[in-house]
């Protein structure tokens, strides 16, 4: 049963607000009507900084990249609460030998960090892919080693992490650390 959080409000009316978790979270294809609120994540650089993309500061820019990169993906889906979009996540199949992995990740609108709807986002992403791609056997995600809060992501979604990758990737100037996760399809996500 959802928590509610009570408080009076001018006159003294009785308010109740209910808590994000009676809000459905889901996730969905892209579309290119969604770029309003995608240049709401996508264009602040608190949520882009560990991203491989760059900040969006155009409709236009975010357009193109919706409409070139997120809807042609086999697997980029938009985060949403009560059908807005709020964030991104992708899981992309490697190929030949290595078709038995794919590759995922993620981005949060930062108002929502901390309230566990990216972990619900991809405990539903991860089981439509399974059935979706029945090769999948594991999941792998590559995290800069800064980034304590989507580490603690993949660990509340059952993902084991499996080492420290040093001096690993080149990032928005830099070379960075990484740690690398992975989640097996037999494994249970908690």
Same mark, same amino acid.
């Given at each position: ?31 290119? #009507? =969604?770029?309003? $609120?995608?240049?709401?994540? /996508?264009?602040?650089? +608190?949520? #882009? ?8 500061? @155009?409709?236009? @820019? /975010?357009? &193109?990249?919706? *409409? ?18 709020? =964030? ?9 030998? $290595?078709?038995?992995? /794919? ?5 949060? !609108? &930062? ?7 990216? %972990? +619900? &986002?991809?405990?539903? !992403?991860?089981?439509? /892919?399974? *059935? ?8 792998? !995600?590559? %995290?800069?080693?800064?980034? *304590? &809060? ?12 499996? =080492? ?8 928005? =100037? ?10 097996? !399809? #037999? $494994?249970?996500?908690?």
């Amino acid at each position: 049963m959802p928590q509610s959080l009570y408080f009076y409000g001018p006159k003294q009316f009785l308010i109740t607000i209910m808590e994000f978790n009676s809000q459905e979270i889901s996730i969905r294809p892209y579309e290119i #009507t =969604g770029v309003d $609120d995608f240049i709401i994540y /996508a264009g602040d650089e +608190k949520v #882009t900084r560990f991203t491989r993309w760059d900040t969006f500061t @155009s409709k236009d @820019s /975010a357009t &193109a990249y919706i *409409k070139d990169t997120c809807i042609p993906h086999p697997f980029c889906r938009s985060i949403c609460l009560n059908n807005r979009s709020i =964030g991104f996540l992708f899981i992309k199949p490697a190929s030949g030998y $290595d078709r038995c992995r /794919a590759d995922v990740g993620y981005a949060l !609108a &930062a108002e929502y960090w901390g309230r566990g709807i990216v %972990v +619900k &986002a991809m405990k539903i !992403a991860v089981s439509e /892919a399974v *059935k979706e791609i029945p090769e999948l056997v594991r999941f792998q !995600a590559l %995290v800069e080693a800064e980034n *304590k &809060a989507s580490q603690r992501v993949l660990e509340k979604i059952g993902f084991f992490r499996e =080492g420290l990758l040093r001096k690993y990737t080149f990032n928005k =100037g830099e070379v960075r650390d990484m740690v690398i996760f992975s989640l097996l !399809a #037999t $494994d249970p996500m908690l």
